[in-house]
Protein backbone atom coordinates (compact mmCIF):
# COMPACT_ATOMS: atom_id res chain seq x y z
CA UNK A 1 0.00 0.00 0.00
CA UNK A 2 3.06 2.20 1.09
CA UNK A 3 4.21 1.65 -2.95
CA UNK A 4 1.10 2.48 -4.23
CA UNK A 5 1.07 5.58 -2.46
CA UNK A 6 4.42 6.71 -3.67
CA UNK A 7 3.46 5.87 -7.06
CA UNK A 8 -0.11 7.82 -7.10
CA UNK A 9 2.15 10.84 -5.81
CA UNK A 10 5.40 10.56 -8.23
CA UNK A 11 2.23 10.69 -10.82
CA UNK A 12 1.09 13.27 -9.61
CA UNK A 13 4.31 15.60 -9.06
CA UNK A 14 5.09 14.42 -12.87
CA UNK A 15 1.41 15.46 -14.29
CA UNK A 16 2.29 18.77 -12.80
CA UNK A 17 5.61 19.00 -13.93
CA UNK A 18 4.24 18.60 -17.47
CA UNK A 19 1.00 20.89 -17.12
CA UNK A 20 1.74 24.24 -19.02
CA UNK A 21 0.92 27.49 -17.29
CA UNK A 22 -2.20 29.36 -17.65
CA UNK A 23 -0.34 31.83 -19.86
CA UNK A 24 1.44 29.91 -21.94
CA UNK A 25 -1.04 27.65 -23.03
CA UNK A 26 -3.31 30.08 -23.89
CA UNK A 27 -0.39 32.82 -25.30
CA UNK A 28 0.68 29.39 -27.44
CA UNK A 29 -2.92 29.17 -29.02
CA UNK A 30 -3.10 33.00 -29.66
CA UNK A 31 0.59 32.68 -31.22
CA UNK A 32 -1.08 30.16 -33.60
CA UNK A 33 -4.25 31.72 -34.08
CA UNK A 34 -2.27 34.77 -35.22
CA UNK A 35 0.33 32.88 -37.70
CA UNK A 36 -2.20 31.15 -39.31
CA UNK A 37 -4.47 34.45 -40.23
CA UNK A 38 -1.02 35.74 -41.34
CA UNK A 39 -0.68 32.80 -43.46
CA UNK A 40 -4.11 33.88 -44.89
CA UNK A 41 -3.95 37.14 -45.41
CA UNK A 42 -0.87 36.84 -47.16
CA UNK A 43 -1.30 34.03 -49.43
CA UNK A 44 -5.06 32.90 -49.88
CA UNK A 45 -7.58 35.56 -49.00
CA UNK A 46 -8.21 39.43 -48.32
CA UNK A 47 -10.53 42.12 -47.28
CA UNK A 48 -10.71 45.18 -48.95
CA UNK A 49 -13.59 47.93 -48.94
CA UNK A 50 -14.94 50.17 -51.53
CA UNK A 51 -14.46 54.07 -51.02
CA UNK A 52 -15.85 55.08 -54.77
CA UNK A 53 -18.64 54.86 -57.08
CA UNK A 54 -16.35 54.21 -59.74
CA UNK A 55 -17.59 50.33 -60.18
CA UNK A 56 -21.31 51.52 -59.91
CA UNK A 57 -23.55 49.22 -60.17
CA UNK A 58 -21.48 46.12 -59.84
CA UNK A 59 -20.02 47.62 -56.20
CA UNK A 60 -21.41 50.36 -54.09
CA UNK A 61 -19.76 52.97 -51.50
CA UNK A 62 -19.86 50.92 -48.27
CA UNK A 63 -19.52 47.44 -49.55
CA UNK A 64 -16.58 45.07 -47.64
CA UNK A 65 -15.36 42.45 -49.93
CA UNK A 66 -13.38 39.00 -50.15
CA UNK A 67 -10.41 38.90 -52.89
CA UNK A 68 -9.52 35.93 -53.74
CA UNK A 69 -5.32 35.98 -53.52
CA UNK A 70 -4.82 32.84 -54.57
CA UNK A 71 -6.72 33.25 -57.90
CA UNK A 72 -3.77 34.72 -60.08
CA UNK A 73 -0.81 32.68 -58.35
CA UNK A 74 0.48 32.10 -55.18
CA UNK A 75 2.47 35.39 -54.83
CA UNK A 76 5.67 36.49 -52.17
CA UNK A 77 3.47 39.12 -49.66
CA UNK A 78 6.56 41.20 -49.71
CA UNK A 79 6.78 42.07 -53.20
CA UNK A 80 3.73 40.55 -54.39
CA UNK A 81 5.95 38.60 -57.42
CA UNK A 82 4.28 35.30 -58.74
CA UNK A 83 5.68 32.78 -56.65
CA UNK A 84 3.81 29.66 -57.93
CA UNK A 85 1.58 30.30 -60.79
CA UNK A 86 -2.31 29.16 -60.94
CA UNK A 87 -4.75 30.95 -62.99
CA UNK A 88 -4.45 34.06 -64.95
CA UNK A 89 -6.98 36.85 -65.40
CA UNK A 90 -9.94 36.38 -67.35
CA UNK A 91 -11.61 39.26 -69.82
CA UNK A 92 -14.55 40.37 -67.33
CA UNK A 93 -13.25 39.69 -63.80
CA UNK A 94 -13.39 42.02 -61.13
CA UNK A 95 -10.00 41.92 -60.03
CA UNK A 96 -7.91 44.19 -57.00
CA UNK A 97 -4.80 45.56 -58.42
CA UNK A 98 -1.90 47.97 -57.18
CA UNK A 99 -2.40 51.31 -58.76
CA UNK A 100 0.59 52.11 -60.94
CA UNK A 101 0.37 56.02 -60.55
CA UNK A 102 0.74 55.45 -56.41
CA UNK A 103 1.71 51.92 -54.95
CA UNK A 104 0.79 52.36 -51.43
CA UNK A 105 -2.93 52.33 -52.98
CA UNK A 106 -5.23 49.39 -54.45
CA UNK A 107 -7.82 49.75 -56.76
CA UNK A 108 -10.56 47.40 -57.73
CA UNK A 109 -11.23 47.65 -61.80
CA UNK A 110 -12.69 45.62 -64.18
CA UNK A 111 -10.60 43.32 -66.98
CA UNK A 112 -11.32 44.14 -70.28
CA UNK A 113 -8.13 43.88 -72.23
CA UNK A 114 -5.74 40.87 -72.20
CA UNK A 115 -2.79 40.79 -73.44
CA UNK A 116 -1.81 41.08 -77.08
CA UNK A 117 -5.86 42.70 -77.31
CA UNK A 118 -6.17 45.58 -79.37
CA UNK A 119 -8.82 48.44 -77.48
CA UNK A 120 -10.59 50.85 -78.27
CA UNK A 121 -13.40 53.28 -77.34
CA UNK A 122 -15.54 54.92 -80.03
CA UNK A 123 -18.15 57.40 -78.80
CA UNK A 124 -18.47 55.49 -75.40
CA UNK A 125 -18.06 52.26 -76.74
CA UNK A 126 -15.72 49.62 -76.20
CA UNK A 127 -14.60 47.53 -79.01
CA UNK A 128 -11.85 44.83 -78.54
CA UNK A 129 -9.67 43.15 -81.36
CA UNK A 130 -12.69 45.24 -83.46
CA UNK A 131 -15.44 43.56 -82.05
CA UNK A 132 -18.21 45.88 -79.72
CA UNK A 133 -17.37 44.41 -76.07
CA UNK A 134 -21.13 45.18 -74.08
CA UNK A 135 -21.74 44.12 -70.65
CA UNK A 136 -24.82 44.53 -68.71
CA UNK A 137 -23.25 45.74 -65.73
CA UNK A 138 -21.48 49.18 -67.80
CA UNK A 139 -23.50 52.25 -67.04
CA UNK A 140 -23.01 55.64 -68.58
CA UNK A 141 -24.07 58.82 -66.26
CA UNK A 142 -23.02 61.65 -68.72
CA UNK A 143 -24.65 61.67 -71.88
CA UNK A 144 -22.57 64.26 -73.35
CA UNK A 145 -19.51 62.71 -75.70
CA UNK A 146 -15.85 63.81 -75.26
CA UNK A 147 -13.42 64.06 -78.30
CA UNK A 148 -10.46 62.40 -78.00
CA UNK A 149 -8.11 65.53 -78.23
CA UNK A 150 -9.91 66.70 -74.90
CA UNK A 151 -10.07 63.45 -72.73
CA UNK A 152 -9.57 59.56 -73.21
CA UNK A 153 -13.10 58.79 -71.46
CA UNK A 154 -15.47 58.10 -74.24
CA UNK A 155 -13.07 58.02 -77.57
CA UNK A 156 -9.47 56.30 -76.79
CA UNK A 157 -6.68 54.06 -78.81
CA UNK A 158 -6.56 51.95 -80.18
CA UNK A 159 -4.15 50.64 -78.10
CA UNK A 160 -2.54 47.09 -78.06
CA UNK A 161 -2.43 45.32 -74.73
CA UNK A 162 1.75 44.31 -73.64
CA UNK A 163 3.10 40.77 -72.65
CA UNK A 164 2.03 40.04 -69.11
CA UNK A 165 -0.40 43.01 -68.87
CA UNK A 166 -4.22 44.11 -68.19
CA UNK A 167 -6.31 46.74 -69.56
CA UNK A 168 -9.11 47.70 -66.82
CA UNK A 169 -12.06 49.96 -66.62
CA UNK A 170 -14.69 50.84 -64.11
CA UNK A 171 -18.51 49.71 -64.54
CA UNK A 172 -19.35 53.60 -63.63
CA UNK A 173 -17.76 54.25 -67.24
CA UNK A 174 -18.24 58.01 -67.05
CA UNK A 175 -16.98 58.61 -63.49
CA UNK A 176 -14.30 56.24 -63.69
CA UNK A 177 -10.10 56.66 -63.38
CA UNK A 178 -8.57 54.00 -65.34
CA UNK A 179 -6.20 52.49 -68.03
CA UNK A 180 -7.93 55.16 -70.35
CA UNK A 181 -6.01 57.79 -68.18
CA UNK A 182 -2.85 56.12 -66.87
CA UNK A 183 -2.20 52.77 -69.02
CA UNK A 184 -2.18 49.13 -68.27
CA UNK A 185 -1.36 46.96 -64.91
CA UNK A 186 1.31 44.57 -65.18
CA UNK A 187 0.19 41.20 -64.19
CA UNK A 188 2.79 41.28 -60.77
CA UNK A 189 0.59 44.30 -59.80
CA UNK A 190 -2.17 41.96 -59.12
CA UNK A 191 -3.93 41.36 -55.80
CA UNK A 192 -6.60 38.60 -56.72
CA UNK A 193 -10.11 38.51 -57.37
CA UNK A 194 -13.16 39.70 -56.01
CA UNK A 195 -15.32 36.92 -55.03
CA UNK A 196 -17.63 38.20 -52.35
CA UNK A 197 -19.58 41.07 -50.78
CA UNK A 198 -19.51 40.32 -46.74
CA UNK A 199 -20.63 42.98 -45.72
CA UNK A 200 -22.36 46.04 -46.94
CA UNK A 201 -23.34 49.60 -45.21
CA UNK A 202 -24.66 53.20 -46.11
CA UNK A 203 -25.23 56.14 -44.63
CA UNK A 204 -23.87 60.18 -44.50
CA UNK A 205 -21.14 61.38 -46.65
CA UNK A 206 -17.66 60.99 -46.19
CA UNK A 207 -18.01 59.61 -42.40
CA UNK A 208 -16.31 56.44 -41.40
CA UNK A 209 -17.84 52.95 -40.39
CA UNK A 210 -17.90 54.21 -36.72
CA UNK A 211 -18.84 57.24 -36.42
CA UNK A 212 -22.05 56.52 -38.68
CA UNK A 213 -22.98 53.52 -36.51
CA UNK A 214 -22.44 55.97 -33.51
CA UNK A 215 -24.76 58.41 -35.49
CA UNK A 216 -27.78 55.60 -35.64
CA UNK A 217 -27.35 54.29 -32.10
CA UNK A 218 -27.58 57.83 -31.21
CA UNK A 219 -30.85 58.04 -32.53
CA UNK A 220 -32.03 54.73 -30.93
CA UNK A 221 -31.28 56.29 -27.44
CA UNK A 222 -32.93 59.61 -28.05
CA UNK A 223 -35.54 58.65 -29.93
CA UNK A 224 -36.05 55.07 -29.36
CA UNK A 225 -35.74 54.41 -33.40
CA UNK A 226 -31.88 53.46 -35.25
CA UNK A 227 -31.12 56.58 -37.57
CA UNK A 228 -30.98 54.72 -40.94
CA UNK A 229 -29.69 58.20 -42.35
CA UNK A 230 -26.69 57.94 -40.30
CA UNK A 231 -26.00 53.95 -40.49
CA UNK A 232 -28.02 51.25 -42.93
CA UNK A 233 -26.94 47.91 -43.35
CA UNK A 234 -27.69 46.87 -46.50
CA UNK A 235 -28.53 43.29 -46.44
CA UNK A 236 -29.65 42.34 -49.30
CA UNK A 237 -26.07 43.19 -50.75
CA UNK A 238 -24.54 40.64 -47.76
CA UNK A 239 -23.30 36.84 -49.20
CA UNK A 240 -23.47 38.27 -52.67
CA UNK A 241 -21.27 36.84 -55.67
CA UNK A 242 -19.26 39.45 -57.62
CA UNK A 243 -19.44 38.97 -61.31
Known sequence: MAFMALNNQDNSRRNNALKKPFWREYGEALFIALVLALVIWAFVVQAFSIPSGSMIPT???????????FSYGVRNPFSNKVIIPTWKPQRGDVAVFIFPQDPSKDYIKRVIGLPGDRVQVINKKIFVNGQPYDIPQARFADKVIIPANQSPRD??????????SYFFM??????????????FVPMDDLRGKAEI???????????????????????????????????????????????
Open 170 to 183: GDNRDQSYDSRFWG
Open 155 to 164: NFGPVVVPKD
Open 197 to 243: IYFSWEGSDHQPLYLAFLGGLKGLITHQAWDAGYFKVRWSRIGKLIH
Open 59 to 69: LLVGDYLLVNK
